[in-house]
């Protein structure tokens, strides 16, 4: 995904939840709304799948182990080398999403080789996109 693919998508996640914010105090006369209670159970694993050592390396491929209640949960990688930002990638973990496409490939036009400090996060979406909720994260270390 390149940056400015990146700017736009959050560019708009601000203004759906901005316009979402709105439209929940709207509905109740300008009144602060009452977050329904909800419990979502969550957990999220790194699965190292082509790993000789037990440890990720640069160019391999992971997946994960997710539970989750959630309707729509995916999981999101994001790489760093020091400060430089060199990988992301986002995909869906719940019925319906392929199974094949449940694979991060640990490389990407700009992270070309070397170590790398990874975050993944499991979080959840409604159909349209709307009520990102964090469920969980790990971090992890790319060899090279």
């Given at each position: 995904?390149?940056?400015k693919?990146?700017?736009?998508?959050?560019?708009?996640?601000?203004?759906?939840?901005?316009?979402?914010?709105?439209?929940?105090?709207?509905?109740?006369?300008?009144?602060?709304a009452?977050?329904?209670?909800t419990?979502?159970?969550?957990?999220?694993?790194?699965?190292?799948?082509?790993?000789?050592?037990?440890?990720?390396?640069?160019?391999?491929?992971?997946?994960?182990?997710?539970t989750?209640?959630a309707?729509y949960?995916?999981?999101?990688?994001d790489?760093y080398?020091a400060?430089?930002?060199v990988?992301?990638?986002?995909t869906?973990?719940?019925v319906?999403w392929?199974?094949d496409?449940?694979?991060?490939?640990?490389?990407?036009s700009?992270?070309?080789?070397?170590?790398?400090?990874?975050?993944?996060?499991?979080?959840?979406?409604d159909a349209?996109?709307?009520?990102?909720?964090?469920?969980?994260?790990?971090?992890?270390?790319v060899a090279p």
């Amino acid at each position: 995904m390149s940056r400015k693919s990146l700017v736009i998508f959050a560019l708009i996640f601000a203004f759906a939840v901005t316009l979402g914010s709105a439209q929940a105090l709207a509905t109740r006369g300008g009144k602060k709304a009452t977050p329904a209670a909800t419990t979502t159970t969550s957990s999220l694993v790194l699965v190292l799948i082509d790993s000789r050592d037990g440890a990720a390396h640069w160019g391999q491929h992971i997946t994960f182990d997710v539970t989750s209640s959630a309707r729509y949960s995916f999981v999101r990688v994001d790489c760093y080398q020091a400060t430089v930002w060199v990988y992301e990638q986002s995909t869906g973990f719940y019925v319906g999403w392929p199974l094949d496409q449940r694979t991060f490939t640990l490389r990407s036009s700009v992270w070309t080789g070397g170590a790398a400090d990874c975050t993944a996060l499991l979080y959840s979406t409604d159909a349209d996109g709307s009520n990102f909720q964090s469920l969980a994260t790990t971090t992890f270390h790319v060899a090279p």
